[in-house]
């Protein structure tokens, strides 16, 4: 359903002429009135890599730091790009396919599409960020959500932001997304040592 819903309405949108495209949860609500201006500034602020093939970079505001390729339901961008976003086969349950987390499907096949050989692993997922993507804190846009508690979702997300237990669980903020753009990350970790499970590349048959 997301991917079709989406893809609709990013299609019927570029008949009306849009040059950009916002993406999100019908579950979450947006409140900083100035964040469309924002995200805008900030496109403009930092353009995408030449490699990337892209109009503009894609700004999310999920993303996890020791999986690689993975984003959420939010996200803002070029209008060409998010209909290349969105615009990837949908699963069926007779295919074959490698990877399962939704959150991990879209982008991969988006990235593929754009000419990246995916490695699955967190350096080149961090790679991939640095050149395509800005993320930013929920709080940045004041969202509110009920899929977890009552509260601004940023209140929930700061508890997870610094999970050790799990590290893969560890959400990107602005503060890490901006430390991958200047390479800081790179230099201070040795990322597949945090790998939380181990990548395969499987087929399967769904039952």
């Given at each position: 359903m997301q991917l079709a819903s989406s893809s609709a309405g990013i299609q019927y949108a570029r008949t009306t002429g849009a040059q950009y495209a916002l993406k999100q949860r019908t579950d979450v609500r947006m409140y900083n009135p100035r964040a469309i201006e924002f995200m805008l500034n900030l496109l403009a602020h930092f353009p995408p890599s030449a490699?990337?093939?892209?109009?503009?970079?894609l700004i999310a505001t999920g993303s996890a730091l020791y999986q690689p390729y993975q984003y959420g339901e939010f996200l803002f961008g070029a209008i060409e790009d998010m209909d290349d976003y969105y615009s990837c086969p949908l699963i069926t349950k007779k295919q074959k396919f490698e990877h399962y987390v939704v959150e991990m499907y879209i982008p991969s096949r988006f990235l593929e599409k754009k000419g990246w050989k995916l490695e699955w692993t967190?350096?080149?997922?961090?790679?991939?960020?640095?050149?395509?993507?800005?993320?930013?804190d929920w709080a940045m846009?004041?969202?509110?959500?009920?899929?977890?508690?009552?509260f601004r979702y940023w209140e929930y997300q700061n508890q997870?932001?610094?999970?050790k237990s799990v590290p893969s669980r560890d959400a990107v903020g602005f503060d890490a997304w901006m430390n991958i753009y200047e390479g800081y990350e790179n230099k201070a970790?040795?990322?597949e040592q945090k790998l939380f499970f181990k990548l395969l590349t499987r087929t399967e048959e769904l039952e």
């Open positions: 490699r990337s093939k892209q109009r503009a970079r967190i350096q080149h997922g961090w790679q991939v960020m640095r050149e395509c993507f800005i993320v930013l846009l004041d969202k509110v959500t009920y899929k977890y508690f009552q997870r932001h610094y999970t970790l040795k990322p």
